[in-house]
């Protein structure tokens, strides 16, 4: 899983400095975690997304933004909560998620949205 700075943010997802329009930079979907280190929800939902990284390894990607050290991501999407995940497809725009969903509803969303193209489970 790869922690993403502005400028590989800007490379590898959306360059929000020259785009107004979304327009995803990547090859294949990802998924994003908004995170901080002091988050308690943050810390649950990190072992699961390694797992799914390496079980989607060649599908998607799953990057990380800690929202502490990248304000400006943050801002750009305006992230009040965290965990908050963005699932970013090939096409169409991307979906958030909020709050630290069980590996089962990452699945299912990760299936959905990244690899087929519906909307994102919420919590209930």
Known sequence: MEHLTKQTFLE??????????????????????????????????????????????????????????????SAAFGIRSIPSLLFVPMEGAPQMAQGALPKSQLTQAINDVLLNGTAVPTED
């Open 12 to 73: 590898k997802v959306f360059n929000y400095e020259k785009n107004q329009e979304w327009k995803f930079e990547g090859t294949i979907p990802c998924l994003i975690d908004f995170y901080a280190d002091w988050c308690g929800p943050c810390k649950m939902v990190a072992p699961i997304l390694e797992e799914l990284s390496k079980e989607y390894d060649g599908k998607i990607n799953i990057y990380k933004v800690d929202t502490e050290a990248e304000q400006e991501i």
